[in-house]
C-alpha cells in the first residue's frame, strides 16, 4: 500500500462479496508529523507519538457510562488480580479515528486493564481483559493503551476529582492556612489512644477519597490534611497492598540515585509536573507501644512516603528583612 501511494494520490480497489456485493477500498496520502517523516525503518513508533499536551488534543472525545451490570462482570473477568474498583464512566482511550466503536478502560490492574467497547448510541456491551502497551507515549510517559491496540500511543488520562469535591470529603487543599500550623510529635506510648484515633481519622477520609478516585499509582494521606496538627500519615501503595501507617516519621537516609514521577495529592487535584526523589529512602518511626522502627521504601513507594512526611515538615521560619550596613559616626575634629 505504501509503494501504491508513494506516487502522492489517492488509491482505490474493489473487492467482489460472496453474496454479489462489493467491498471498495479506498486510500490516500495525509500529511505526516516532521518526527514521522525522519522515522527510519524499522525504527520503534514511540518516535512518532505525541507529547501529553498534544495528546490530549486528538483523544477521541466519545464517553459513555458504565453499567452497574458491566462493573461486576469487569471486576469478575479479573477476579484473581490486583486493581481498583471499576470505573461507573469511561471515555475512549484511542486517538480521534474513524468508525463507531469505541473502547473505554472500566478497570486498573497492576498488569493491563479492562477495556469495554462501546458506541455513542450503545452502552458497553463487551468487557476485555488485555495486557498493557510497552510502548511510549512521548515525553518519558507509557503508553496508557493495550497491546495491539490501532493509532498511536497515547498516555493513560490521570482521573482527577474536583477540587470542591475533594474538599467535600473532609480534605484540607493546598494553601489552607490550617496547613501553617506546626506539627507536634506523639509522646508514644503515653499518647497511643489519640494516635490510634488520629490514625482511624486519615483512614475513614481516605478510603472516602479513593471510592472517588482510585489512584492506581498511590496516594497518601497525613493528619495536617485533615485538620489535625500531629506527625501521622498514612500512604496506600499501588493495587491495593497494605496502608503503611508513618508515626513521627523522618528520613535518616537516602540513596544518590534518583527517579521522576508525578506527586499524587488529595490536596492537590490538578496536575503537576514530574519531581525527582531518591530511588530509595530509610526512615524512621516509631510504633504504637513506643518502640523505634527503621524501614527503607523503594521506588515507586519511597516517593509516597517521601511526599507525605514532606506534609509533617515544619513551615519555613520567615526570613528576617534585610538590614541596611550602619557606619559608625565621625567624631568631629
Known amino acids: ?7 502522492g494520490g489517492p488509491f482505490g480497489a474493489r473487492f467482489p462479496d460472496v453474496d454479489g456485493g462489493w467491498y471498495e477500498l479506498v486510500a490516500e496520502p495525509v500529511s505526516v508529523r516532521t518526527e514521522a517523516a525522519e522515522r527510519k525503518a524499522g525504527a520503534p513508533m514511540k518516535e512518532t507519538s505525541l507529547p501529553e499536551d498534544e495528546a490530549a488534543t486528538v483523544r477521541c472525545d466519545a464517553e459513555t457510562d458504565v453499567p452497574h451490570l458491566m462493573r461486576i462482570f469487569a471486576k469478575r473477568l479479573s477476579i484473581h488480580t490486583v486493581g481498583g474498583e471499576p470505573a461507573s464512566r ?3 482511550g484511542l486517538e480521534r479515528h474513524e468508525g463507531v466503536e469505541h473502547v473505554g478502560r472500566v478497570r486498573h490492574l497492576r498488569e493491563g486493564a479492562v477495556w469495554v467497547t462501546f458506541t455513542r448510541e450503545m452502552p458497553p456491551y463487551q468487557a476485555r ?5 510497552e510502548g511510549a ?18 498516555p493513560a488520562e490521570r482521573e482527577r476529582p ?49 471510592r472517588l478516585c482510585p489512584f492506581p499509582e498511590g496516594v497518601g494521606l497525613s493528619a495536617p490534611q485533615i485538620g489535625i ?6 500512604v ?3 493495587w491495593g497492598a497494605p496502608a503503611v501507617i508513618l508515626l513521627n516519621p523522618r528520613v535518616t537516609a537516602t540513596s544518590r540515585e534518583t527517579t521522576e514521577s508525578v506527586a ?28 523505634p522502627l527503621s524501614a527503607t521504601y523503594t521506588h515507586p513507594l519511597s516517593h509516597l512516603v517521601h511526599h507525605e512526611i514532606g506534609h509533617l515538615a515544619p513551615p519555613p521560619a520567615p526570613r528576617p528583612p534585610d538590614r541596611l550596613p550602619v557606619r559608625p559616626g565621625r567624631s568631629a575634629d
Open 264 to 291: 499524587t495529592c488529595p490536596g492537590h487535584p490538578a496536575p503537576r509536573p514530574p519531581v525527582r526523589h531518591p530511588r530509595d529512602i530509610t526512615v524512621a518511626t516509631t510504633t504504637l507501644t513506643g518502640h
Open 236 to 238: 496506600q501503595p499501588p
Open 90 to 92: 469511561t471515555r475512549c
Open 1 to 7: 500500500m505504501g509503494e501504491v501511494l508513494e506516487g
Open 162 to 210: 474536583a477540587p470542591e469535591r475533594i474538599g467535600e470529603l473532609g480534605v484540607l487543599l493546598e494553601g489552607a492556612p490550617e496547613l501553617a500550623r506546626p506539627v507536634t510529635e506523639f509522646d508514644l506510648p503515653r499518647e497511643r489512644e489519640e494516635a490510634t484515633r488520629t490514625v482511624r481519622a486519615i483512614e475513614a477520609v481516605l478510603d472516602r477519597v479513593l
Open 137 to 154: 507515549a512521548g515525553g518519558g510517559l507509557p503508553c496508557g493503551l493495550w497491546e495491539g491496540h490501532r493509532g498511536r500511543c497515547l
Open 129 to 133: 481483559l488485555l495486557p498493557p502497551c
Open 229 to 234: 496538627p500531629r506527625a501521622a500519615a498514612l
